[in-house]
């Protein structure tokens, strides 16, 4: 989504993704971005520093541009609302679990997944509604069934011990699935993360689980 000025001024929203030849931008906006105008079913909406959410089906082909950089294969999880999530499993040896944060995916983990999977097995889930899983309208989006999926996943992968990298919102999934499977896991990496066991959450959190100024 980008904020754009017309010749008089009027500002203007629109969807864009990166020509196969594109650059990434960064927040220092020492890097550009080239872009066009895409539909919106088959558009990708960025953030600067990456790829923010990709808006594909799950099982369709990704553009070549985006394989180059995301040259995974992918795999799907059915949940028990039978919703697709896709998750990438690549290498072999020791298992590591990659949980990304809001609003990323999968993409955020690509140059780890990149370098460790020679000597580790990488498995990164595209939590619900997020990156290349289902993203249905009426599903619950709870800590608990985000929980409910990253399991379902442990099983599903047969992982019997397993090191877990969590970011931001990855980190309460993660952390939950540490407690659950206390015995397998070897190792915690937390990458700007929190947990809150108690009714004291920081203020910006709590703002946003408010209604106000309405509802969506």
């Known amino acids: 989504m980008a904020r754009l000025r017309t010749a008089k001024g009027h500002s ?38 990456g790829v923010l959410a990709f808006l594909r089906p799950v099982d369709e082909d990704l553009p070549a541009w985006l394989r180059v950089q995301y ?21 072999h040896g020791e298992c590591v679990f990659l949980f990304h944060g809001n609003p990323t995916w999968s993409f955020h983990y690509r140059h780890l997944i990149s370098r460790l999977r020679e000597h580790f097995r990488c498995i990164a889930l595209d939590h619900l509604g997020c990156g290349l899983s289902d993203k249905p309208k009426h599903a619950s989006y709870s800590l608990d069934n985000h929980i409910a999926n990253a399991s379902a996943l442990v ?28 015995e397998r896991v070897q190792s915690l990496v937390v990458l700007n993360g929190a947990a809150f066991l108690s009714k004291n959450i920081p203020w910006p959190i709590a703002l946003a689980r408010t209604h106000f100024p309405g509802t969506l």
């Open 12 to 49: 203007q929203t629109r969807l864009f993704s990166f020509h196969e030849n594109s650059r990434l931008a960064s927040p220092g906006g020492h890097r550009t971005a080239s872009v066009k105008a895409t539909p919106p079913e088959k558009s990708i909406i960025l953030v600067a520093g």
């Open 71 to 91: 040259p995974f294969e992918r795999q799907t999880l059915r949940t028990a609302e039978g919703h697709r999530l896709s998750y990438v499993d690549e290498g």
């Open 155 to 182: 099983e599903k992968v047969q992982a019997t011990a397993f090191h877990l990298v969590l970011h931001d919102w990855g980190c309460p999934i993660g952390l939950a699935i540490a407690e659950l499977y206390a």
